[in-house]
């Protein structure tokens, strides 16, 4: 096996090779659909794809063209020496199968959310390479699209003025159904409720766009869905910029909506959408005293790229190529998963909670429900 301070050398032409980890609906409709579009701009060829499901991984390779099914990690891993390993599977195997790609040589494209802690993940970060790679980055497409890019732009460049305050809202609906999944609603298995699994990319966004966050007051409850879990949270968050925050995650809303709102001094910024966004999903509303050309340019979003896995996979291939770290791995990876754990800290603790705070030796460190009463896990047996 190679060792990840070994890395394999980035090639700077040939294709590279690409796996896929677990089979399910992730990897159906967003992973390999984004490999495939990037397969037909000469990045990539899909070598092969892994499930402990025989039957299953079968049917997605036959379906998708993939010459090598496998249900054994490690030996698809040693067979086919794939360049970049996606990783479509529940939370709770993230680490173990993340660190088994990057220990072989391969870049890692994992589904998010990244891990069920900060432990894990920082395990994962001291598994990557030293320099040039190999790395592991969390899915947040949301990123990537050209709506985002140019607001990002707008704000660093001081066009619309200092954000003052901002709101996030993840508000969807999940029937009990849902919730008949066996590893969902679990602290175990899923990591956490709304906040962890579904919120966490408008949450990513945020702090794309404005920057490091410094203090975060939270609430969580169980109002309809009987899961270890919350089904709903709100937080206040206090940007280093000052800036100010609120973020409501929910799967209770049957009008569901996915929106960031952002005041700056000289306009306001509003995204709504659901699952992915458009350059016509932003909206840019100027102060009185801007002058019309001005607002114009500002909502001049230039040649539309939705948010989408494709759009993050085709960056994520160029830092491979580059051996330069991509976005959304490493420290910049880190950032929503330790807001997050901070939000739980602060709901089951009733206690403000500082950026940094969390740390090895705080229970939250190891375990985003921090083993608080009412909140830790119940005993009950796991259908594989």
């Known amino acids: 096996m190679r060792s990840a301070s070994e890395p394999r050398s980035a090639p700077r032409s040939r294709r590279f090779k690409a796996a896929v980890i677990g089979t399910g609906g992730i990897a159906r409709a967003s992973h390999l659909p984004a490999l495939n579009q990037l397969a037909a701009e000469g990045e990539v060829d899909v070598v092969a794809a892994v499930d402990i499901d025989d039957a299953a991984v079968r049917e997605f390779c036959a379906d998708g063209g993939i010459p090598h099914p496998y249900t054994d990690l490690q030996r ?12 479509c599977t529940p939370p709770t195997l993230h680490r173990e199968q993340t660190i088994a ?15 069920p802690s900060l432990e894990e993940y920082d395990a994962v970060q001291a598994a990557e390479g030293a320099t040039h790679g190999p790395y592991a980055a969390v899915v947040f497409q949301h990123r990537f699209g050209s709506g985002a890019r140019h607001v990002r732009k707008l704000i660093a460049g001081s066009e619309v003025g200092q954000p003052l305050v901002a709101h996030c809202q993840t508000t969807w609906y999940r029937d009990r159904a849902y919730y008949s ?3 969902r609603g679990r602290w175990a298995t899923e990591g956490g409720g709304p906040a962890m699994g ?6 990513d966004l945020l702090l794309d766009l404005l920057g490091p966050w410094s203090e975060v007051r939270a609430m969580a409850g169980r109002l309809v869905h009987q899961v ?7 937080a206040l968050i206090r940007f280093r910029s000052g800036a100010m925050a609120t973020i409501v995650n929910s799967v209770l809303s049957p009008d569901e909506v996915s929106r960031i709102r952002i005041d700056c001094e000289r306009a306001t910024i509003e995204l709504t959408h659901l699952y992915g966004y458009r350059n016509a999903d932003w909206t840019i509303t100027p102060a009185p005293d801007v002058s019309s050309d001005l607002a114009a ?15 993050q996979l085709r960056e994520l291939i160029a830092s491979m190529r580059a051996g330069e770290r991509p976005r959304s791995s490493g420290p910049d990876g880190r950032n929503s998963l ?19 705070e969390i740390s090895p030796g705080d229970p939250y460190y190891t375990a985003l429900h921090g083993n ?6 119940v005993a009950q047996k796991v259908t594989a």
């Open 101 to 115: 790609a990057l220990e072989s040589g391969a870049w890692v494209w994992c589904e998010k959310p990244p891990c």
């Open 338 to 356: 330790e807001l997050i754990a901070a939000l739980y800290k602060s709901a089951f603790t009733d206690t403000t909670v500082n950026a940094g």
């Open 198 to 203: 579904h919120g966490i990319h408008q949450i």
């Open 181 to 183: 999944v066996p590893w």
């Open 372 to 377: 608080a009463p009412g909140w830790a896990p």
């Open 297 to 311: 340019s500002w909502r001049d979003f230039g040649a539309d790229v939705p948010s989408s896995h494709v759009a």
């Open 228 to 234: 270890e879990t919350e089904d709903v949270s709100t």
């Open 76 to 87: 698809m891993l040693d067979e086919q020496r794939p360049d970049l390993v996606s990783i």
